[in-house]
């Protein structure tokens, strides 16, 4: 009885797309992109905005460790539409305020989640056709100040799964879905955000 209990359990989770993301990682091949921030030779050579870079991002040396800075409202992207199915992993720390990250964006649109400090709540919002957004999903998730926590988005043909420190927060299925695209990081408008180790590995169904 014990055993066929676990099975169902197994199997429920299985179905609820709980176990999908093993399968996902299991399959996880060629990084496509990874930043620690770390070679100053670099910089930022990596990113690219359509907005002016420095007056907003800085690589900050905190602790014998550089950290991408944020402040204010302004974005900052990497990768192309050569990038369909991925994830994406980062740590994030939120000094003021709060941030938004994109991924599948191309000119077609884009995703993006978000974090609401005021009502501690994670987002996934679409836009698409561009200009146009709308809410996927919210959930009550609790991202502290000035605390290291890490992000992991997974994305799969149509399905979307977002991590905080490792817990499953967001599963999403998306029937109209956006198949390709960069990644991008946000810091929103009277924000100081901290981004670090950012890393991104291709999967293959
Ligand atoms: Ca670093």
């Known amino acids: ?3 066929f209990l676990f099975i169902l359990i197994i199997m429920g989770l299985y179905f ?3 176990l999908e993301i093993d399968r996902c990682l299991v399959h996880a091949e060629d990084i496509l992109f990874t930043d620690d921030f770390e070679k100053k030779e670099i910089g930022l ?4 905005s359509d907005m002016e870079i420095s007056p907003y991002w800085k690589i900050k040396k905190i602790k014998g460790n550089r950290v991408l800075s ?9 990768g192309d539409n050569d990038w369909t199915d991925y994830i994406l992993k980062i740590e994030v720390k939120r000094r003021a305020g709060t941030f938004q990250i994109g991924f599948r964006i191309s000119e077609n649109g884009r995703y993006y989640i978000g974090f609401d400090e005021n009502k501690d709540l ?8 561009r200009g146009k957004n709308f809410d996927l999903v919210e959930k009550d998730v609790q991202i502290d100040q000035n605390q290291w926590c890490t992000l992991k988005i997974a994305i799969q043909g149509d399905n979307i799964k977002v991590f905080v420190d490792e817990e499953l927060k967001i599963a999403y299925t998306d029937t109209d879905s956006l198949l390709y695209g960069c990644i991008s990081l946000i810091s929103l408008d009277g924000s100081k955000v901290y981004f670090d180790n950012v890393r991104i590995e291709s999967l293959v169904n």
């Open 16 to 18: 609820t797309g709980v």
């Open 45 to 48: 050579k990596n990113w690219r």
């Open 70 to 78: 944020g402040k204010g409202h302004a974005f900052i992207d990497t």
């Open 122 to 129: 994670l987002y996934l919002r679409k836009n698409k056709p």
């Open 1 to 3: 009885m014990k055993s």
